[in-house]
Structures are given as structure tokens and as C-alpha cells.
């Protein structure tokens, strides 16, 4: 199973709102609404920020959200905090039962 | 609030067999809510499912690792474990257990995580 395609780095200026997408097939992304995406700080462990698409885990700031259309899944974050610098991966379920994550995204806050 | 913590040798020889423990505190690993996972990420890579577990021994294995894998629980000490034979260098990443809703879906929390390097 390949990777899910990532952008390697997006930025934006604290403020702004940026879209990190997350490319895969009709065999995971597309197939199920099962995509998830985490904030990774250097050194930590990943933190789930969304899951199911769209859903926010308790205590996660309602500045992030998500969304998928076909293939392609995306996490935006809205008025975007110097904080919000980290590494976010997303994954999705696929049809081989299995569960696959994408490259990841470095997020640089201007 | 619960927690996990992943223990185990941080080297490994090629050939050998990892081994990783993972022990759940502040909360019971019988829930019949949650399955217990396995997830690594070798370094500057994104993460890797490995597979999963519930109380009850069902396990559920990534396919490309199935070969090598073997995940069993302990719910009379609140761990489950990891055992990888056939260990080569490929296998150096930093090893994650956490919580999961469902066997092969998202993870919530994860442990901090223990670097293990394969070394011939």
C-alpha cells in the first residue's frame, strides 16, 4: 500500500488560514470516511486532531478542521498561531484492511 | 487521565528479535470501548501502522509485517506487547503503542514513544 500524498512544507503568516491536502486512492481516501490527521511536535509523539473526516477530539481548538472531496482529504487551520508550527500527517483506512499515512506536511508559521 | 508507556531494549542485533512492552495506566485494558495498537516511524518518515489488539486476544497486523509480527495482551498487568523477528535494519524507528477506537482507524492517546535501532 503507497503512502498517502502529502505536500513536504506549506506556510503562512499568523492570522492567515492554510490548507494542508492529503492525495490518495478510491482504495482508502476516497472509499471510507476514515481519514484522520495528527500534529507531530520534534521529538513527540503524534497528537489526533481530527478523525472520521471531519470530527474534532475533545479539547482540540476549533480553529482546525477537516474535509475530504474524492480522493483527496484536507486539514485546514484557521487563524493560524505561531503554536500551530509542527510536522501533520494524515491517514486513512484502506481496503486491504490495513491503515496507511501520508509523508507529512512541515507547517511554518511566518 | 490515561496513559501509556512503551518499554524495551533500545538495540537490537540484525536477525534478532524486537521485543516492546507497552503498560496503560490510569485507566483498564479490558474496555471493551477500545483496541490497543503498535504504530512506528522510522526517522524524518511518516508513521507506519504495525497492528493491533483487543482485550480479548483478537489481533489485526499490517500485512507487510504479518510474517514477523506478533502482538499479545496481558490484561492482568494492564500491558500488551510487541515481539519482531527477523530484525534488519529497516526496522529502526522510533516505536509507538497507543489507544485506538477501532482496530484499524484512528489512535488516541499515544505513548512517547522508544527509539530502536537495528544494528548489524
Known amino acids: 500500500q503507497s503512502a498517502l500524498t502529502q505536500p513536504a512544507s506549506v506556510s503562512g503568516s499568523p492570522g492567515q488560514s492554510i490548507t494542508i491536502s492529503c492525495t490518495g486512492t478510491?482504495?482508502?481516501?476516497?472509499?471510507?470516511?476514515?481519514v484522520s490527521w495528527y500534529q507531530q511536535y520534534p521529538g513527540k509523539a503524534p497528537k489526533l486532531m481530527i478523525h472520521d473526516v471531519s470530527n474534532r477530539p475533545s479539547g482540540v481548538s476549533n480553529r482546525f478542521s477537516g474535509s475530504k472531496s474524492g480522493n483527496t482529504a484536507s486539514l485546514t487551520i484557521s487563524g493560524l498561531q505561531a503554536e500551530d508550527e509542527a510536522d501533520y500527517y494524515c491517514?486513512?483506512?484502506?481496503?486491504?484492511?490495513?491503515?496507511?499515512f501520508g509523508g507529512g506536511t512541515k507547517l511554518t508559521v511566518l | 487521565q490515561l496513559q501509556l508507556q512503551e518499554s524495551g531494549p533500545g538495540l537490537v542485533k540484525a536477525s534478532e528479535t524486537l521485543s516492546l512492552t507497552c503498560t496503560v495506566s490510569d485507566g483498564s485494558i479490558s474496555s471493551n470501548s477500545y483496541y490497543w495498537g503498535w504504530i512506528r516511524q522510522p526517522p524524518g518518515k511518516g508513521p507506519e501502522w504495525i497492528g493491533s489488539i483487543y482485550y480479548s486476544g483478537s489481533t489485526y497486523y499490517n500485512p507487510s509485517l504479518k510474517s514477523r509480527v506478533t502482538i499479545s495482551v496481558d490484561t492482568s498487568k494492564n500491558q500488551f506487547s510487541l515481539k519482531l523477528s527477523s530484525g534488519t535494519a529497516a526496522d529502526t524507528a522510533v516505536y509507538y503503542c497507543?489507544?485506538?477506537?477501532?482496530?484499524?482507524?484512528?489512535?488516541?492517546?499515544w505513548g512517547q514513544g522508544t527509539l530502536v535501532t537495528v544494528s548489524s
Open positions: 491517514s486513512s483506512f484502506t481496503s486491504s484492511s490495513t491503515l496507511v
Open positions: 478510491r482504495s482508502d481516501v476516497g472509499g471510507y470516511n476514515y
Open positions: 497507543a489507544r485506538g477506537k477501532q482496530p484499524v482507524n484512528w489512535f488516541d492517546p
